[in-house]
């Protein structure tokens, strides 16, 4: 448990292109939460 | 301090699974400095040994996406037993801090937990409050309570929501991304404290990502 660099770890896995799609995911989620569209 | 006839104890099948904890020893080594070997032989009863190991320490690392969190998991002692006996869950404590300021919503990542799909939430290390599912909402809610914060004056206002939810339907379904969410009718600043405690079935290793 001393990985802790949650970007490190997602490139390894899913390479880049891949975490700019994550990452743009979970900001659309985090935006519709925070709107109050649960 | 001579520790040998300890092997021979092992050997002689004189390994035991539980023990009374006031009446049990332990050996221990005394630092003593005017020993040869350095150490004195002593014992301690199992009760007090228990007693002075406290709750590890914890060290808070500051979150990649989101950098006004930090946050930390920490494996902690005791498990949770189904009542058919069968599944076992180890518990981890997810600690952190986050500043909230100038907006009136926020949702920001605590960290992601990986390597279990199944994954409950616990609160205060004993009480399940609901178990994850594929969709947000159930644990979201169950977590949901409203706080005090302060506005652009200075005044208190009740937020409308302020939980932690668990969404595991973002990269993949043993991928936990655990997010801070709270809102209010208008712009706040707040210090929070995030402390809740999660439990996965024994055996996947899983590690926290922030």
Redesign the interface.
Same mark, same amino acid.
């Given at each position: 448990m001393k990985k802790t660099n949650l970007k490190q770890y997602l490139l390894a896995k899913y390479g880049k292109r891949e975490l700019e799609i994550l990452a743009k995911l979970f900001s659309q989620k985090m935006k519709y939460i925070e709107q109050g569209k649960k | 301090m001579d520790i040998l006839n300890f092997i021979s104890w092992i050997k002689g099948r004189r390994v035991v699974t539980s023990v009374d904890p006031a009446k049990t020893l332990i050996p221990v080594g005394l630092k003593d400095n005017r020993r040869d070997d350095g150490y004195l032989a002593s014992a301690i009863t199992v009760t007090d040994l228990a007693n002075q190991l406290g709750e590890p320490s914890v060290t808070f690392?500051q979150?990649?996406?989101d950098p006004q969190v930090q946050a930390?998991?920490t494996?902690i002692p005791g498990t949770i037993t189904y009542a058919n006996g069968l599944v076992v869950f180890d518990r981890y404590r997810v600690q952190g801090t986050a500043y909230l300021s100038g907006a009136a919503?926020?949702?920001y990542?605590i960290?992601?937990v990986?390597g279990s799909t199944p994954l409950l939430r616990v609160r205060e290390d004993s009480t399940i409050l609901a178990t994850d599912t594929n969709v947000? @909402?159930t644990v979201? $809610?169950a977590m949901n309570f409203n706080v005090l914060v302060k506005d652009g004056t200075g005044a208190l206002i009740s937020t409308?929501?302020a939980f932690i939810?668990d @969404?595991n339907t973002? $990269?993949s379904p043993d991928e936990h991304?655990f997010?801070l969410?709270m809102?209010a009718g208008a712009p706040f600043s707040a210090d929070v404290s995030i402390d809740f405690t999660i439990a996965v079935p024994q055996g996947p290793v899983?590690?926290?990502?922030?």
């Open positions: - | 690392v979150g990649t996406f930390t998991m494996p919503s926020y949702a990542l960290g992601v990986v947000y @909402d979201a $809610s409308l929501s939810a @969404d973002i $990269s991304w997010t969410v809102t899983i590690e926290f990502f922030n």
